[in-house]
């Protein structure tokens, strides 16, 4: 947190000394031929400035809670960088070489910042969806996820089944994680009351499996139990990938 502060405090200063230098540079060559056409290409300039500062502060403050630079954000930055290379290329060129009339000068600099604002629109939007898309993918995987790691619990609790017959506890989880592997992993929200009923039924698994490790002999049925609920999950699980089959 410390260190975001420091930076944001950096970046305001350098971009304080930049507006600085900027304003006396301009003054210290003199107006142009047309007081308009200066002003134009001073206030294009130091827009030009407060909008790399803005896109600074924006990156510092997004990259902060992000692992990894997504290209959105890199191609905001080229985007902004375009712009103000547009700026102070079209301020030589067509201001302090070609002096053309302020007015056709002063419509330039709004169609370079119309183009570079619609442009960082159109990227902004894009990832946006591209976000969204992705926040969907996840959410819908998320149901089978959550299954697989339940299993994957309870396997390990298998494992640590101290009893001669572990062998065969171990073979049926796995027998069970096998078949969700396989299964599709994008749910459906008109799956809700399916996934739910997974949910429960792994539950009671977990239950089962907890209830064997907790008794010092179990049941002589205990296998029996055990593989009736390996099979309804096994079932649920088949009813849910059909119903994802007829929504496709």
């Known amino acids: 947190m410390n260190n975001r502060k420091t930076y944001v405090s950096l970046i305001t200063v350098i971009y304080a000394a930049v507006i600085i230098v900027t304003v006396f540079s301009f003054f210290g060559l003199g107006f142009s031929e047309s007081l308009l056409r ?7 300039v130091l827009f030009a400035e407060s909008v790399v500062y803005g896109y600074s502060i924006f990156w510092q403050r997004v990259t ?3 692992s990894q630079t997504s ?9 902004t960088v375009s712009y103000v290379v547009a700026v102070l290329v079209s301020a030589i060129v067509f201001d302090w070489l ?3 009339p302020p007015l056709w000068y002063a419509a330039l600099q709004l169609l370079i910042v119309v183009v ?3 442009s960082l629109a159109a990227t902004g939007l894009y990832g946006w969806n591209a976000g969204a898309q992705e926040k969907k993918a996840r959410e819908s995987t998320r149901g089978l996820r959550q299954h697989q790691q339940a299993l994957a619990e309870i396997c390990i609790m298998a494992r640590s089944w101290k009893h001669s017959e572990n062998k065969q506890l171990v073979e049926l989880i796995d027998s069970l994680e096998e078949k969700f592997k396989y ?6 929200s008109s799956l809700f009351a399916t996934e739910d009923m997974l949910n429960q039924q792994i539950s009671l698994l977990h239950d089962h499996v907890e209830l064997l490790l907790a008794v010092n002999e179990p049941r002589a049925d205990w296998e029996v139990e055990t593989k009736e609920l390996v099979d309804s999950i096994a079932a649920t699980l088949q009813r849910r990938n ?3 089959l007829v929504l496709k």
């Open 38 to 44: 200066f002003v134009i290409s001073l206030a294009a």
């Open 64 to 66: 902060v809670r992000i």
């Open 71 to 79: 290209p959105v954000m890199i191609s905001g930055a080229f985007i």
């Open 98 to 100: 070609l002096e053309i």
């Open 116 to 118: 570079g604002a619609a």
């Open 183 to 188: 299964s599709d992993p994008v749910s459906n």
């Open 242 to 244: 059909r119903e994802l």
